[in-house]
């Protein structure tokens, strides 16, 4: 298991890096959110307060 798969709060600086990647284009929501096993909408809602 990863250190990502183990986290059990996320920070605001650990939604971040999800966030940009959305943002930047170099991956899809889903797939930002499966490594964590995160559902679709809360990486979506980050990205929203990000904005």
């Given amino acids: ?8 709060r996320w920070t605001a600086k650990r ?7 959305v943002n930047q284009g170099k991956t899809a929501v889903a797939g930002a959110s499966r490594p964590f096993g995160l559902p679709l909408s809360e990486i979506g809602g980050w990205g929203g307060d990000a904005k």
Wanted: proline residues 7%; charged residues 35%.
């Fill in 1 to 8: 298991m990863t250190m990502e798969e183990n986290i059990k």
């Fill in 15 to 21: 939604r971040t890096a999800p966030v940009v990647k």
